[in-house]
């Protein structure tokens, strides 16, 4: 069976300061990775996803940036945090090619920028 | 591009009352949907998904959804509320025009009274 990891659960990081999250799939080849982020209180807002190594998307935010450098590991940087980056952030997989497969979430961060 | 619209923010219903979460959708070719539940600081868990076959989909935790075509719909139903029920729920389709995105409803948060 498939399990994801992710790390860490909590971080409280000074504004300014870089950032590094990591998630990793075990169980499955050549997944589907995604970054999610949940502000207080609202919807999940995509943030990147990748189809294969190497391969990003990037749906929104200028100040984060995602990388994929193994087929089963996606991590979210930042080289600046700044406030409003605070919030609860998600990886998620699913199988590669297949639509009608549900994606399948990590534990989430919780990130406080202070 | 597909998106799903769930009604209410917030649903209070008496333990032992019907569960009723509404989600409509817009696709232009036949949807796959999902529904997803979250307790506080933890990832998405799956409840059911909708992929094409029967339109009447069981779940976990007693759940079910109907996917009616001709109302664009997929409520998320359960017969008799539980406390441990209390929690946010979304719903989500993924995009079939290759894009291999999932988009999320807002969420509607659920509180059972006792």
């Known amino acids: 069976s498939q399990t994801i990891h992710q790390w860490p659960a909590t971080l409280v990081q000074p504004v300014g300061s870089p950032l590094s999250l990591e998630c990793t799939v075990e169980?499955?080849?050549?997944?589907?990775l995604y970054w999610y982020r949940q502000a207080a209180g609202r919807g999940l807002q995509l943030l990147f996803y990748?189809?294969?190594?190497?391969?990003i998307s990037s749906e929104v935010p200028q100040n984060l940036s995602a990388s994929r450098p193994q087929d089963r590991q996606f991590i979210l940087s930042s080289k600046k945090l700044l406030l409003s980056d605070s919030g609860f952030y998600l990886c998620?997989?699913?199988?590669?090619?297949?639509?009608?497969?549900?994606?399948?979430f990590g534990n989430g961060t919780r990130l406080t920028v202070t | 591009a597909q998106s799903v619209t769930q009604l209410g923010s917030h649903v209070s219903v008496s333990e032992g009352a019907l569960v009723l979460l509404r989600c409509n959708y817009s696709?232009?070719?036949?949807?796959?949907l999902f529904w997803y539940v979250q307790y506080p600081n933890q990832g998405l868990q799956l409840l059911l998904k909708?992929?094409?076959?029967?339109?009447l989909v069981k779940g976990i935790n007693g759940f079910e959804a109907e996917f009616k075509k001709s109302e664009t719909s997929f409520h998320l139903t359960k017969p008799s509320a539980h406390m441990s029920d209390a929690a946010e729920y979304f719903c989500?389709?993924?995009?079939?025009?290759?894009?291999?995105?999932?988009?999320f409803g807002t969420g509607t948060r659920l509180k059972v009274l006792a």
């Open positions: 696709s232009s070719v036949p949807p796959y």
């Open positions: 989500a389709v993924s995009d079939q025009a290759g894009t291999y995105k999932y988009i």
């Open positions: 909708y992929t094409s076959a029967a339109t």
């Open positions: 998620a997989w699913t199988f590669q090619g297949r639509t009608n497969s549900p994606l399948h």
């Open positions: 990748s189809v294969g190594i190497g391969q």
């Open positions: 169980g499955t080849s050549n997944p589907n």
